[in-house]
């Protein structure tokens, strides 16, 4: 090779056709036309705003609002913060039944659909094609029209089929229901500790057994070591009242602590979280032969994270809010647990309420000493949870189908029964399979919660809309929205993303 | 060892099942092959009989309102969709007709089924039709006509298959003729029963027009040629719904001194377009990018001089016919098409912002749209949009440049994680907030673009997905062949992953039109919100609720099952979706 | 009694089997006594692999009979499951437990269907690992191993059930050139240890060496059996010859 083609090869290219410059000059200008044009619209807004007489603030959160709910722990909420708070436990009630509820049925139904039976397969696809393919908001209203119209009216002396016991009626139904009383934190404080003993318990006996191989029940000393240390609880828990100091002391310290204090030390984290990003990014890219050539794509990580760090850093010292709002909640939160615990404090854990009919005004409604589940309520939760038990049912099925007929077969081979193949080879690779689309139900099911806005039940959506429609406030109460199902869809997908690492099957 | 050498090669014998199996027999295998099965199977026919006498007694008790859904057809099809005009949805529902007929002739599905399939369908249709006579109320009064309906049509299946025989299992009939008898049958059954001639002869003509346009679309596909109809065709659907909204369903008064006034605007834009095209397609990659960032200043600054409206829309354009001409429009083929193509892209902008500035000449309160007609609308619209933002998002998510990656992951994973209906809400309560005033959008097409973004971005993870699934070696033989990224992506792997992810696009369109239900809340008058709320509150009809919704769901049930039968058939067609 | 005196372990008569209308088997008859080594090749599509699936019915046959030692293959669920116990088999696709460790693979069936404690599990499974030479891959997951190492577990698996019989379905036809030696020093040195084994394969050399009866099997039939010594020097009928000169 000659010398000159060398040189050639090594002349820089001009800046015009650096391809490097080029992709970044593209990305930024891209960026700075959105930022231009955000800009635009923000200023929009506010002239807008203020045009109509409104503005950007968080007032209505802190304002008396006069809204009335339908259900939940504040009816009459005093501000806007308690008719969020109301909503949000409302959705999450909503959406926690309906999960544990959609996931039961579907497994069921998944399972039925490849069951050798022709009636029960045929049916179990009945009931898929007819739920999947329906509009869940024509069904939510369906089901709510269902008990609003056609179940029996509500009568004072509503005899039905248990009376005292069951009210069945167009204002709802009502069941008995164990409801928790003052000292019932002292008592879950044993009924967690028994539940993570009797879980040593069964590990240990499966060891035994294991071991040995002679029969050692597991499951029925399990139960027992649970029922043990409930029960003894159920007596003893006075004794964990003691935990209320302890509550007492956090909360204190929290309140002693200056707020500079706080916004310091989160400032520092999010610097730290920042760094430690690009550690970690920078000890992957580290082969034996020392640190990887980082292209500008790996700078811009690094940078960005540094970046967002640093930003995280300035907006906890600039805005002091912030750092109050967090403080202010992990305050309450343990001055909340500390009345929960009073050392030596007595009386039953669990209080019985049957459900009973009053009459406050000239027609009768259900009183609230039962466990009440409203028309709102069932026609969102019998709704959200058959639309994704059909959905689950046919994960479930494409998952058992998934796992390759070899599996099956060596299974057999080896001797092992139909019912053995199936729960110890078939299952468990493929609920692998199936956790993530599943993940991605429960996602939607949350989401779809948002739908009880059409029979006004009173979840985020709707209480938002009633808020906003009061208030004017809609960016804000998009905002909450946003954030809200936001932090759910987060939370839910690093659960599952958790759980899928931790048991996805290892390979080279 | 003894070595054993076979004579000679035994023939196939035909297998000991060609004996037909008994019903009985049948019964015990699938039915009644352990204990626990059989019981199963009691426990459940009684559970199923007794849940369908109760549904169907519920169903069909003489307090339900059945006779308010006959008289407002019209309502739930269109809404308060003037009633004179109703012409203008006639000939919209022509053009689609037109362009299906087009289509099937064009692309020719290629479907076959036999007769023993269609006469079991007929027989499975009986056998249900029996089985629903028995458990309704014997006070109903369709209860003989279903028995006797039922038999016949069980006997008529059982007689047809014995008669067939063996060849009543070949595959021979086309799936489109077949579909066409079905047409034909259910003209003849509305010509038979006590229909409005109102209904029955615009709709006799409708699918004269279907089939007139598949007769004409086969010798079209042999003068023309199959591809470029295929192309043209494409063009047509896309072009279908802005021309169906803005000159069809609404009766535009159109300015015609304000089109004037443009004209000295859009003139040279034109001429300079033409000029940039060609210099763009003929210099040099530097210059034409020099071009290139002039227009694109160019562009942005129009919106901050007074000009119309159109000529900023197509200065836009322009920016992208320049930016793609160095790559796609080098040669000279692709150069007159890029001509043909700005020429065209001109001339629909400027038609189209003539009519959306145009008033509507309706006479009517309120919006016009309304009822399954905006429901298809919604539909059509929101995928239409739903394309562009999915493949634009999904190519972002997986490009190269991170600021366009973390701008895209963004936009997915954010409207991902919130409900449609807040999006809805978004589109309806907060965009007027950040839009100058007086600009304010029409609800549907506000409502349109808020399902597009909403789809776009679970599509952009379908065709994530799809770019995902293509082997490496596509891209490396494609840059092997020294294309550009550009031309890499448009040419060779854009359209593999759309071809790898169509099961999953189809899914996503069905989800997609259920979703246009939940305009309701927003206050559109879709088909959802006529059977809901309109009908049950006229005088006439009041607390009808419980039979609207039940109608409403076959409705909706009928379309969306009939599509993921579709999809079914073209995912086993194109042998994809097994991933 | 087959001709040396040993017992007969598979009895085959007329065993004929059809996918729809399309016959995989036109009657089948053959004796294996025990001990023997059987090799069975044939073009692919003559039905070698349904067959062997049929002794320990994976594929069920629907007319002739199967006896394996002594059990006659019925629906009767007591003689499937006894006869399963017995037959160990090998599959092309090694069809390991993906989501068990070796170990658990080799003990899973061993406490199930055996009802051997942990530590006899354990115990035998360790010494088969040890006999197929891969001792120190046990609490490895299936993915971690290569298509070698993966083969010899799936051998030591069925050998962990102290099978009478093991059936290779193409053991070999999934590896790489250099994995395959690796199975075949385990499978010969099975052979040399009188087990009988009934083996589908297109290793000529293996068939060579350690066959005692080649079978050649075309059209769902067999076509010609005999000592490797015949067919590789020997063979009469036409299509045998045609099949040899075209994979020798």
Known sequence: MTQSRIDATQTRPPLWRNVTFLKWATQIGVLVGLVVLAWILISTALRNLEAQGLSLDWDFLTDPVGIRLGEGIFTQPASGLEAFATAIVNMLRVTASGIIAATILGVLVGISRLSSNWLLSRSATAFVETIRNIPLLIQIVFWFFLMTLFFPTLEVDASGPAPGWLIVSRKGVSIPWLFPTEVFWQWFVFVAGGAWAARRVYRRRIELLEETGRETHPGRWALGTFVLIAGLGWFAHPIAGALGWLFALVAAVIAAIPDFAFQLLFAAVSIWLGARWIRRFLDSRRTPAGLARLTDDDYFRMGLAGVLGLAGAAVFVAIPQITSLITDVAHFVFAFLDQKFDFLRTGVPLRLGRPEVVVPGRFPQIGDTGMTMTPNFFGLWVGVTLYTAAFIAEIVRGGILAVPKGQTEAGMALGLKRSQVLRMIILPQAFRIILPPMGNQYLNLAKNTSLGIAIAYAELVQVGQTLFNQTGDTIQVFLIWMAFYLTVSLVLSSIVNWYNRRVKLVER | ?579 | MADNGKRDIIICEDVKKWFGDFQALRGISTRVYEQEVVVIIGPSGSGKSTWIRCINRLEVHQEGRIIVDGIELTSDVRNIEQIRSEVGMVFQQFNLFPHLTVMQNITLAQTWVRKRTKAEAEEKAMALLERVGIPEQAHKFPGQLSGGQQQRVAIARSLAMDPKIMLFDEPTSALDPEMIKEVLDVMKELAQSGMTMLVVTHEMGFAREVADRVIFMDQGQIVEEGTPEHFFTNPQHDRTKLFLSQIL
Do not use: C
Not at chain 2, 97 to 103: E, T
Not at chain 2, 279 to 305: I, M, P
Not at chain 2, 495 to 503: C, G, K, S, T, W
């Open chain 2, 1 to 579: 060892m003894t070595v054993y050498v076979a004579p000679e090669l035994k023939p196939p014998e035909p297998p000991p099942e060609a004996r037909q199996l008994g019903a009985w027999v049948w019964l015990r295998k699938n039915l009644f092959n352990t204990w626990y099965n059989g019981v199963l199977t009691v426990v459940l026919a009684v559970g199923i009989v007794w849940g369908a006498r109760g549904a169907f007694a519920f169903l069909l008790s003489p307090d339900r309102l059945w006779g308010v859904i006959p008289p407002n057809a019209t309502n739930y099809a269109v809404d308060v969709y003037p009633r004179p005009e109703l012409t203008r949805i006639w000939v919209t529902l022509a053009v689609v007709m037109v362009l299906v007929g087009l289509s099937s002739a064009t692309w020719r599905p290629t479907g076959k089924t036999s007769w023993g399939t269609i006469l079991a369908v007929v027989r499975a249709t009986g056998v249900a039709a029996f089985a629903v006579g028995l458990l309704v109320p014997p006070t109903f009064v369709g209860r003989n006509p279903l028995l006797v309906g039922g038999a016949v049509l069980v006997l008529l299946g059982a007689v047809g298959i014995r008669a067939a025989g063996p060849a009543a299992r070949e595959e021979r009939l086309p799936m489109l003729g077949v579909l066409a008898g079905v047409l034909v049958l259910a003209l003849v059954v509305i010509w038979l029963l006590p229909v409005a001639k109102t209904t029955k002869v615009p709709w006799t003509i409708e699918v004269l027009v279907l089939a007139a346009a598949h007769l004409v679309g086969r010798p079209l596909v042999r003068a023309v040629g199959e591809k470029t109809l295929k192309v043209v065709l494409s063009f047509l659907w896309v072009l279908s719904l802005p021309v169906i909204y803005l000159h069809l369903e609404r009766k535009p008064v159109i300015p015609w001194e304000v089109v004037v006034s443009w004209l000295p605007w859009v003139l040279p834009v034109l001429v300079v377009g033409y000029l940039a095209i060609l210099y763009a397609s003929r210099a040099g990659r530097e210059r034409a990018a020099a071009l290139n960032a002039l227009l694109v200043v160019a562009a942005l600054a129009v919106w901050f001089v007074p000009s119309p409206m159109v000529v900023r829309l197509l200065m836009l354009v322009l920016v992208g016919f320049t930016l793609a001409a160095p790559t796609f429009a080098s040669s000279g083929n692709g150069r007159r098409n890029f001509m043909v193509g700005w020429s065209g892209a001109t001339f629909f902008l400027v038609y189209f912002v003539t009519l959306a500035v145009a008033e509507t000449g309706l006479e009517t309160q309120g919006d016009f749209l309304g009822g399954l007609n905006l429901t298809f609308l919604l539909a059509l619209g929101g995928m239409l949009l739903s394309f562009p933002i999915g493949i634009m998002m999904a190519l972002g998510r997986t490009s190269t440049m991170p600021i366009f990656r973390l701008l895209s992951t963004g936009y997915i994973e954010i409207v991902r994680g919130v409900p449609l209906i807040t999006v809805l809400f978004f589109a309806d309560k907060v965009v007027p907030r950040f839009l100058p005033p007086g600009l304010d959008f029409d609800g549907v097409v506000k409502a349109i673009i808020a399902i597009a973004l909403f789809s776009g971005a679970y599509l952009a993870e379908n065709v994530r997905g799809g770019l995902q699934s293509i082997p490496k070696g596509q891209y490396e033989a494609a840059r092997a062949l020294g294309m550009t990224t550009a031309q890499m992506t448009m040419l060779i792997t854009l359209p593999q992953a759309l071809r790898a992810v169509i099961p999953a696009i189809v899914g996503q369109v069905i989800s997609l039109f259920k979703d246009t239900s939940l305009v309701a809340i927003i206050g559109l008058a879709d088909f959802f919100r006529v059977a809901r709320d309109i009908v049950p509150n006229q005088p006439a009809s009041l607390g009808s609720q419980i039979e609207n919704l039940v109608m409403a769901a076959v409705v909706y049930w009928i379309f969306t099952f009939s599509f993921s039968r579709a999809s079914l058939r073209l995912e086993r067609k194109l042998g994809v979706g097994t991933r």
